[in-house]
């Protein structure tokens, strides 16, 4: 597995976390990176993505004005500052590279379980 995400936890409403995702591999380099979350019993669906230069970001409605993504390329790491959680937030939340939804065979890995208590 070449991404790693972490920080995920258990949080009430209203609280904050960041959640990281490391590249020990070649993933990152050059790529632009997304954030994806699944909800118990959901599918999967898009948070966040980013360019390779940070300079352009986009969210879904349901998180735009709370979470911000952000990259830092010398660490090849992905971030994804959450604050205003709310209990419909909780999933597991995963990372992936490129601009686009990855294919159907592409592999998820763990993930980070963010659970918001209300």
């Known amino acids: 597995v070449q991404l790693q995400a972490s920080g995920g936890g258990l949080v009430q409403a209203g609280g904050s976390l960041r959640l990281s995702c490391v590249d020990s591999g070649r993933t990152f380099s050059g790529a632009a990176m997304g954030w994806f979350r699944q909800a118990p019993g959901k599918e999967r669906e898009f948070v966040a993505r980013?360019?390779?230069?940070?300079?352009?970001?986009d969210y879904a409605e349901s998180v735009k004005g709370r979470f911000t993504i952000s990259r830092d390329n010398a660490k090849n790491t992905l971030y994804l500052q959450m604050n205003s959680l709310k209990p419909e937030d909780t999933a597991v939340y995963y990372c992936?590279?490129?601009?686009?939804?990855?294919?159907?065979?592409?592999?998820w890995g763990q993930g980070t379980l963010v659970t918001v208590s209300s």
């Open positions: 992936a590279p490129g601009w686009r939804r990855p294919s159907p065979s592409y592999y």
């Open positions: 980013i360019t390779w230069s940070g300079s352009t970001t």
